[in-house]
């Protein structure tokens, strides 16, 4: 039996960013294995922003290896399970203030509704 | 290792985690899902075939981020690294956390039959590292 489709559209994944500001960024780390740490985010036509600590584990693991997730979810009930992924290569767009901000190229996005489930 | 007592203070209240795996193609993913510490490892339940349970098992190494709700004026959490491994029981989900189970009765009562039937497992990740994010005092 196919598996039943519960993503969003592009317009209900935009209306459920527009209205988040922290996400958890997953990258890799100096050892190869998974790390992760919650970011400051926006969603600027359609395109994720984040930012970190400068010199912090986010900003020094995607200094050597770009490759990120960002995941933003909300959970006001199980029917009410929202989230969506942005998967892609960060860039890096301004160091200052003790912050560092990056931009997701090529992103890639994963997202779920659970009340698009059968029942 | 053994936690701070602030980041087990921490587990011990919040079940909100973010488990991050590696794809196939090396690269991060992030999982939204509910997780519990017990007995000095946090304990998850997925899928045996989904792709989070696919991905640990090819590369058990994961990272959990486990935090408060977004909007809480004191936003702070618990990033641990370690190591991820199945465990084919039915584990009671969420004894001996502070927090009750993040989900109502006939969910919690689902995913128990289907760690029963073997369709759902437990993972056990026994963290390596642990670090706080955030103003804990």
């Not at chain 2, 079940?15 to 993913?29: I, Q």
């Not at chain 2, 026994?126 to 005092?137: A, C, F, N, T, Y």
Request: glycine share 10%.
């Amino acid at each position: 039996m196919p598996r039943q489709r519960i993503d969003m559209t592009p317009d209900e994944i935009d209306a459920f960013l527009a209205g988040k500001h922290v996400a958890i960024v997953g990258t890799i780390a100096m050892d190869g294995a998974p790390d992760g740490d919650p970011a400051a985010f926006s969603w600027v036509t359609r395109q994720a922003l984040f930012v970190v600590a400068l010199g912090g584990p986010v900003h020094r693991n995607l200094l050597r290896d770009p490759r990120v997730v960002c995941s933003v979810e909300e959970f006001p009930s199980y029917a009410g399970i929202k989230g969506v992924a942005v998967h892609g290569t960060a860039a890096l767009l301004s160091e200052r203030g003790g912050r560092a901000t990056f931009r997701v190229d090529g992103a890639r996005i994963e997202s779920f509704d659970f009340a698009r489930m059968r029942r | 290792m053994v936690p701070s007592p602030v980041a087990e203070a921490f587990l011990r209240e919040h079940t909100r985690t973010f488990l991050v795996t590696l794809r196939s193609d090396g690269a991060p993913t992030c999982h939204p899902m509910v997780g519990f510490w017990r007995d000095g490892a946090l304990w998850l339940n997925t899928y045996r075939k989904s792709a989070k349970a696919r991905n640990l098992m090819r590369s058990p190494h994961v990272a959990c981020v486990v935090v408060t709700d977004d909007d809480d004026p004191r936003f702070r959490g618990v990033v641990l690294r370690g190591r991820a491994e199945i465990v084919d029981s039915a584990a009671p989900l969420g004894s001996g956390t502070a927090r009750p189970p993040a989900v109502g009765g006939d969910v919690a009562r689902l995913v128990q039959a289907r760690l029963a039937e073997g369709k759902r497992v437990m993972v056990r990740i026994v963290p390596d590292e642990m670090r706080l994010v955030g103003e804990h005092g």
